[in-house]
């Protein structure tokens, strides 16, 4: 349990930012009704409760403050407007995120081994957003929410959920490690070195849709009704953290280099998330369950395609500019003693396949939900985040970053 010590809404420095609405692209409307985005990130913090009082709050409210003059859209909502049109992001004078500021007697160092542990002793550190409301026949729904948990003398946490809509895990990085850079320094954001490259980039027309995906993905959600932030619900699941060190990574390259050369680049990612998915399916027939011989295990990845669009959108484009992939593969090839090879030959492929090629970015996605939704949900395992993020080096003048943890709804 956490004892919640202040609860305030933060919003960029008033009158600095223009009201704003975005159109949701079709990289944002794939994420609507789907669960928020939950992650935990943990740093050691040897100092009692009045430092946490009288020096860290004040210093990260008012880093975040002048943070939100630039990626001002975590502040706003996710607007629906009346007559059943089409969602987007918007931002006015005055809108704000929750921020919660609690403390909490959790054994922090059981939450942040790498054991076993509790999927619920996470959940009190997560702030809940705010509910939807209706302004003038609008529905409106808070996207982006902050609680900051200090574990006396031992750690801190600081906890985010977020709505998929108004942003995917390139653009949150870039937030965090602005608003750490801001705290660290204490300095306004554009007045940073290279602050051209750093600061969000919003312009929503570079993205083109020859297709006009979107219109279809719209067509598909508004016949679900709009429910707003689900809280988490009671949970049995166990977290558990493995490691693989840079010379098990290595071992898993030079196997897959050998038995797949038609792979031109056999990367970190690939090998890891073959080894995992594999080895999940062998774990649970391992454990005796039955599977038919045409028993079908899917695996999703996200890849960023800012790069790769026509034309290419810079770095620090804020939004969503991720595309879904799937691969599939009978159980029984996965369970063999091969079956490592076997996922890394698929996901390798279809990475080299489509990141490779522009063109090749677009196929498929117009049958995404008749693709996802004829498949059974059981056999499926999927990868958040990505290592070229370099979470580890965000720094708040706390020490280097201990553990970072996604909640899994």
Request: hydrophobic residues 40%; proline residues 7%; neutral net charge.
């Amino acid at each position: 349990m956490v004892n919640v010590l202040e609860e305030c809404q933060l919003s960029p420095p008033p009158g600095l930012v223009d009201e704003k609405s975005l159109p949701l692209t079709l990289f944002e409307i794939r994420w609507l009704h789907f669960h928020h985005v939950q992650s935990l990130f943990f740093y050691k913090f040897f100092h009692p409760k009045t430092h946490f009082m009288e020096i860290t709050i004040p210093s990260l409210k008012h880093s975040l403050s002048l943070v939100l003059k630039h990626f001002y859209l975590f502040a706003g909502n996710l607007l629906f407007p009346p007559n059943l049109g089409e969602p987007k992001i918007h931002y006015e004078d005055g809108d704000s995120i929750l921020m919660i500021f609690a403390e909490s007697n959790t054994d922090f160092n059981y939450l942040i081994k790498n054991h076993q542990r509790k999927v619920s002793h996470y959940h009190p550190l997560i702030p809940q957003l705010p509910p939807m409301f209706v302004k003038h026949n609008t529905i409106l729904a808070p996207v982006f929410a902050i609680q900051v948990t200090p574990f006396p003398n031992s750690g801190i946490s600081f906890g985010f959920t977020m709505d998929h809509v108004v942003a995917d895990g390139n653009s949150f990085i870039q937030f965090m490690k602005l608003w750490a850079t801001t705290h660290k320094l204490q300095r306004d954001p554009s007045m940073l070195e290279g602050a051209l490259s750093i600061l969000p980039f919003y312009d929503r027309a570079m993205v083109k849709d020859p297709n006009n995906i979107a219109s279809m993905y719209w067509q598909h959600h508004q016949k679900t009704k709009f429910k707003g932030y689900q809280p988490l619900l009671p949970t049995s699941n166990i977290l558990p953290t493995f490691l693989l060190h840079e010379a098990d990574i290595q071992r898993l390259k030079n196997r897959v280099i050998v038995k797949c050369p038609t792979l031109f680049h056999v990367s970190s990612f690939t090998v890891t998330c073959a080894f995992t998915w594999a080895c999940m399916v062998k774990s649970r027939a391992w454990i005796g369950e039955e599977v038919s011989e045409n028993e079908l295990e899917h695996f999703i990845f996200s890849a960023d395609c800012r790069a790769h669009l026509d034309p290419p959108l810079p770095e620090n484009y804020f939004g969503n500019c991720v595309v879904p992939f799937l691969v599939t593969a009978k159980s029984m090839r996965l369970i063999d003693e091969d079956g490592f090879i076997v996922a890394a030959n698929l996901i390798g492929g279809t990475i080299q396949e489509k990141i490779g090629r522009k063109k090749e970015i677009w196929e498929g996605l117009e049958r995404w939900y008749q693709n996802i939704s004829s498949i059974n949900i059981e056999r499926i395992v999927g990868v958040a985040g990505s290592p070229r993020f370099a979470v580890y080096d965000i720094d708040f003048r706390l020490g280097k970053l201990h553990k970072r943890v996604h909640i899994n709804r």
